[in-house]
Nanobody, 125 residues
Framework: QVQLVESGGGLVQPGGSLRLSCAAS?????MGWFRQAPGNEREFVAG????????YYADSVKGRFTISRDNAENTQYLQINNLKPEDTAVYYC?????????????????????WGQGTQVTVSS
């Protein structure tokens, strides 16, 4: 069992930046970030395969979001720049124990075995 603990959310003005962190209690093959805005379904944001560092992004966040990891610390990060009000959501990290990686796979909630509790990001002036 791998436990995931997210942090780094908060209230930020439009145009600002945040770095979300997700600390895992054990090793995983890769991790992903999803978000859920009020009234919307949870959607994929970004994912990363840890062994190779390969990254995957939803088209809607390319250029503003950067996923990275610290293998030694078993921690995944999501850097969000130029925040917009539509980025307001609860952000969840998720971990995949093993298996193949591709955009199709990592963008699916069913690919992940463990989920964090979520961290709120609110973008407002």
């Amino acid at each position: 069992q791998v436990q995931l603990v997210e942090s780094g959310g908060g209230l930020v003005q439009p145009g600002g930046s945040l770095r979300l962190s997700c600390a895992a209690s054990g090793r995983t093959a890769g991790m992903g970030w999803f978000r859920q805005a009020p009234g919307n379904e949870r959607e994929f944001v970004a994912g990363q395969k840890w062994s190779t560092g390969s990254t995957y992004y939803a088209d809607s966040v390319k250029g503003r979001f950067t996923i990275s990891r610290d293998n030694a610390e078993n921690t995944q990060y999501l850097q969000i720049n130029n925040l917009k009000p539509e980025d307001t959501a609860v952000y969840y990290c998720a971990a995949r124990r093993s298996g193949r990686f591709s955009y199709y796979i990592v963008s699916s909630e069913g690919a992940y075995d463990y989920w964090g509790q979520g961290t709120q990001v609110t973008v407002s002036s």
